[in-house]
DNA sequence: CTGAAAGCGCTTACAG
DNA sequence: CTGAAAGCGCTTACAG
């Protein structure tokens, strides 16, 4: 049974009886087919078991109906839920996504220029990094639209997350609990070609707000770490050397944030009072654990970059857009002792 | 000039004066073709910067010419350098390569029952899992040839790296040193279904190699982290907690190496005679950083791979074949306090 | 709304 | 060794 030879349009046709321009315009959703005719093709392509084959599509529509998204090669929810965002969008225009993990610079290069890339990409997304300091603060080397997603670019359609009203919330957030201020910062990617700015915006946004509120980030109360639970975990013992609780940390990413729960737990140091962290990033496992988040529309924020690159790949020529995704703080325990307080006493 | 209309094969037929069918064979590499004649067609490819348009050589050939590699989202220089080494085999015999980054398990059910796949794999690379346990034990459900690589399965070609032993070598070497053993564990993926056997496997390589030697690796010894730099920090500060100098590491990572190399220099401990420590994975980074390590023929890990997938599409049906990989231990400062004594006094 | 036909750019027997 | 032709499975005007 399996490796059987696929069905093609012919046979669903004959089956149909109809010719294979009016399955085809079954296929791409052409508003000029009779209800009923719709129907009858429909359930021969479902009784054959039929799959259109791209490739032949591709020749005869004279396109790739494909759309590269290059991403950091990095295994994270965020990058889990924006392909999610991102391929719902294209499924529904019969659009393909071929998944480009940014191995190293010298393979980017080369993809650009293969002929891979040239007969495979009607259009380009790029997530979080902006790739025009890669060549030179010039526009990439490629006549195809691009749109940047989780990052931003004056001269491309961007679809992005305000990360620095993130950090500012968390200013906000921790300014009013008793005690001290502390955060911990990421260590970004040291290739100025490959830098993101995702971490470096959180915690600027962060001090911005802490300045506007007159409080202060002592030199002390900044703990630099790579991306790491452990990071974490280290970040909190420098904290504990160094000054009385109680805590109230910002860690920046969720994944450091576990760290400073582990420790505190370790320590026995009272979470929601002596220790209060917030994560950021809203991952599914922060409920349970009971982790304070910052929560992001991740695939709204995918669908968007789909949606503003199949406009472009349709023709469209107006002037680059942006569109701004804005977090949302949940509170657990991890900041507040019991639940979030009630509206009335 | 950039989005003009590619050449096609048309164009360069006429241009060299041949039939579209000679043209093809040069492009195939077929033997059937006078030099002189194959040289006046490449020179028409050349001057018209023709590139054969893959879709319709995947339409007529009636395959996909296309390998698809499902790999683990991480990224390391171990992956970079994989990869390399399957496309470069794959790129003689005119194949593509899909990589399929595992963002999560229920994409990759999806992936292998979409069209995509159905029209896009004539083989699998599967990556440093097992993935027969995602199936019950089974074997994968396709009925295209898999190969695994990094990983090892009775039911499949195997291009595998010999873990075991490179722990083996890091005791046998590590054991000549006076002072005592440490080493450093690595939490595995907990997910059963996307369980990796590396990390184990050098540890228990390590383990069985010591207890053979007379060596013991107490609980104390041994300290579990997550895969990070900081992890290794963590582990030499509990080895200095518990036991005086001087150390002799075995880290499983060069990463963790990293961390306990860090550390090491905070504490102001001598690299090369209070403590030692071994990394694995031989990344270009540690020669410059001084730590010894074990390296692995990675790319030719990959081409192996590579090679004994095309030979199963192109219709071989012998018994499973498992190729293995060995493991060098390369000496640097940070086990030897100067280069490698020369071998006369 | 629908069918027949041309065309997309290749590969592959088939003859010579 | 080489050319002409058929065929791969689709899309897309073009007529009706």
């Known amino acids: 049974m399996p490796g059987r030879r696929k069905p093609t349009i012919n ?11 009016t399955v085809s315009r079954v296929l791409n959703n052409h508003p000029a087919v009779r209800p009923e005719t719709r129907a009858r093709v429909q359930a021969a ?28 090669f990095v295994a994270t929810e965020f990058y889990t839920r924006l392909i999610e965002g991102i391929e719902q969008v294209l499924q529904q225009e019969r659009y393909d996504l071929a998944l480009f993990p940014l191995l190293s610079r010298s393979r980017l290069e080369r ?7 040239a007969y495979q990409t009607d259009g380009l997304i790029i997530a979080s990094y902006d790739l025009t300091e890669l060549f030179g603060g010039n526009l990439l080397p490629t006549d195809r639209p691009v749109t940047l997603v989780d990052a ?16 500012a919330l968390a200013a906000e957030y921790l300014a009013q609990f ?4 502390f955060a911990i910062k990421l260590e970004e990617d040291i290739d100025r070609a490959f830098a993101k700015t995702t971490f470096g915006g959180r915690l600027a946004g962060f001090q911005h707000k802490l300045a506007e509120l007159g409080r202060s980030l002592p030199q002390t109360h900044l703990y630099t770490t790579r991306f790491s639970a452990e990071g974490g975990q280290l970040a909190l013992r420098q904290f504990i050397a ?10 920046g990413a969720d994944l450091i944030a576990l760290g400073v729960l582990e420790e505190a737990e370790r320590q026995g140091l009272k979470i929601g009072h002596e220790v209060r962290v917030l994560g950021y990033d809203g991952q599914p496992w922060t409920e349970a654990r009971g982790l304070s988040t910052l929560a992001q529309p991740v695939e709204a924020m995918g669908a968007e970059a789909a949606r503003m690159l199949l406009k472009r790949i349709g023709g469209y020529r107006g002037a680059p857009r942006a569109v701004r995704f804005t977090p949302t703080l949940l509170e657990r325990a991890s900041t507040a002792p019991r639940a979030p307080i009630p509206a009335h006493p």
């Open 111 to 117: 993809y650009l220029e293969s002929s891979t890339f």
């Open 45 to 72: 392509m479902e009784s054959l078991g039929y799959r259109p084959n791209p490739h032949a599509r591709r020749v005869a529509g004279g396109r790739s109906y494909t759309v590269s998204v290059i991403l950091p």
């Open 242 to 251: 160094q000054s009385p609780p109680p805590y109230n940390i910002f860690a």
């Open 11 to 21: 046979e669903v046709a004959h089956l149909a009886k109809v010719g294979i321009g």
């Open 152 to 167: 931003y670019n004056e001269h491309y359609d961007s679809s992005y997350m305000d990360n620095p009203l993130g950090g």
């Open 178 to 181: 008793p005690g001290e201020i």
